[in-house]
C-alpha cells in the first residue's frame, strides 16, 4: 500500500486496525511503498510503537522488534526532524525576503462598499485615479457654497 497522503482509505482503514487491536504487526515489501515522505513514515511507525505494533519492512531488514530495528526507526526520525526544521527555516527565510521586496503577505483585501461610498472602481490604477478625481471634482461642484459673512 502506498500512502502520499494520510488520508488514504486503505491506510485509515490500516490504523483503524490496528486501534482496534487487530493485529500486532504491519508486513510491508519496502518501506518506501508504505510511505514515501519521510515524515508520513515517522509518524505511522510512531503511531504504531505507541499502539503496540511492530513493522517489519522485509528487503530492507527493518525491523522494529530487534534492538538494530529499534535504532534504524530513530535514525530515521532524527532525519525527518532535520528534514522539518530545514523546511521551517527556508520559509522563514522566503517570508523575511519577501518582507524585505515590500511584498504583501496574507490574504487577500477585501472590498467593502455602502452608499454613502463610490461605487467600487476594479479598472487600472490611472483610471482609478482619474475617475476618483472626476468623482471628487462632481462631488465638490454639486455642494453648495457657503454663505458669504455679513
Not at 63 to 83: N, Q, W, Y
Not at 85 to 112: F, H, Q, T, Y
Not at 129 to 135: D, E, I, T
Request: proline share 7%; with cysteine.
Amino acid at each position: 500500500m502506498c500512502v502520499k497522503r494520510r488520508r488514504a482509505p486503505e491506510f485509515e482503514a490500516l490504523m483503524a486496525d490496528a486501534r482496534r487491536r487487530r493485529f500486532d504487526c504491519v508486513l510491508v515489501w519496502k518501506y518506501d511503498r508504505f510511505a514515501r515522505p519521510l515524515g508520513a513514515l515517522i509518524a505511522a511507525l510512531q503511531e504504531f510503537r505507541d499502539l503496540g505494533v511492530d513493522f517489519i519492512s522485509h528487503t530492507q531488514a527493518i525491523d522494529t522488534t530487534t534492538p538494530m530495528g529499534r535504532l534504524f526507526f530513530h535514525v530515521i526520525g532524527s532525519f525527518a526532524e532535520f528534514e522539518r526544521d530545514v523546511i521551517v527555516e527556508r520559509v522563514k527565510a522566503g517570508l523575511a525576503n519577501a518582507r524585505a521586496k515590500g511584498k504583501r503577505l496574507g490574504r487577500p483585501c477585501v472590498m467593502i462598499w455602502h452608499e454613502s461610498l463610490p461605487p467600487p472602481i476594479t479598472k487600472s490604477r490611472s483610471h482609478q485615479r482619474a475617475r476618483a478625481s472626476a468623482h471628487h471634482m462632481n462631488k465638490m461642484s454639486t455642494t453648495p457654497a457657503a454663505p458669504a459673512p455679513q
